[in-house]
């Protein structure tokens, strides 16, 4: 999963961050696989070969880990989107970079994606806000950047395409691993880039 952290100056803080970013991703693997309620603290020490109580020394708890994955997601997310806007010379390549952006997470990130899709309601009342705050901000980012190529269409119906959009690269973790039909990587990365482009702009 993506490191939000900034990079360590210590020898020691390095390990330390290397060490909460390889529980992440061990979590996010076990949410996926047998959801939230199907894994213990042992469960995400056991994954990454450490004693369970050893995972209280970079989280308080279960909900936090899952907290940290799903708010670190959306930051990077929004981040990236934002990196990519800053960088795009006009609204079309922006939207094709955007694109590109998008499917590159979504198929380095898919049990990331699964666990955004079924759990995102076991988080407390605090976090679920600010992992949607930073959903909706990304979305905007998107609707903005389709207003600009598509001004003759209400804003509703953008941030509906959007959305549509996101349905359609977020499928990847249940389309693409479907046992003997998977395609090549770079065809996935096509298909996808081709059909969301489609999507949002016919």
């Known amino acids: ?45 056991a994954a990454v070969g450490v004693s369970g109580p050893a995972v209280y020394r970079h ?9 940290a994955i799903l708010e670190g997601t959306s930051r990077t997310l929004l981040n990236g989107a934002e990196r990519v806007l800053d960088e795009a010379p006009d ?7 955007l694109i590109r952006f ?19 309601e076991q988080l407390d009342a605090g976090a679920r806000h600010e992992v949607r705050s930073l959903q909706r901000r990304y979305v905007e980012h998107w609707v903005d950047t389709l207003s600009r190529l598509r001004p003759d269409q209400a804003e509703t119906e953008l941030r509906f395409r959007a959305h ?34 489609a999507s949002l702009m016919s």
């Open 59 to 67: 989280f308080p708890g279960k909900a936090a880990v899952l907290a």
């Open 1 to 45: 999963m993506a490191n939000t952290l900034d990079t360590p100056r210590t020898e020691r803080g390095r390990q330390k961050a290397d060490r909460r970013a390889s529980i992440l991703g061990a979590a996010a693997t076990l949410f996926a696989e047998r959801g939230y309620a199907g894994v213990t603290i042992e469960d995400l020490g």
């Open 164 to 197: 549509a959009a996101f349905g359609l690269l977020n499928s990847t973790p249940h389309s693409a691993r479907i046992p003997g039909r998977r395609p090549a990587d770079g065809t996935i990365r096509g298909i996808l880039e081709e059909m969301a482009w």
């Open 91 to 97: 609204a079309a390549s922006a939207l094709r970079s």
């Open 102 to 120: 998008h499917v590159d997470f979504a198929l380095r990130e898919a049990d990331v994606i699964v666990v955004q899709d079924r759990e995102l």
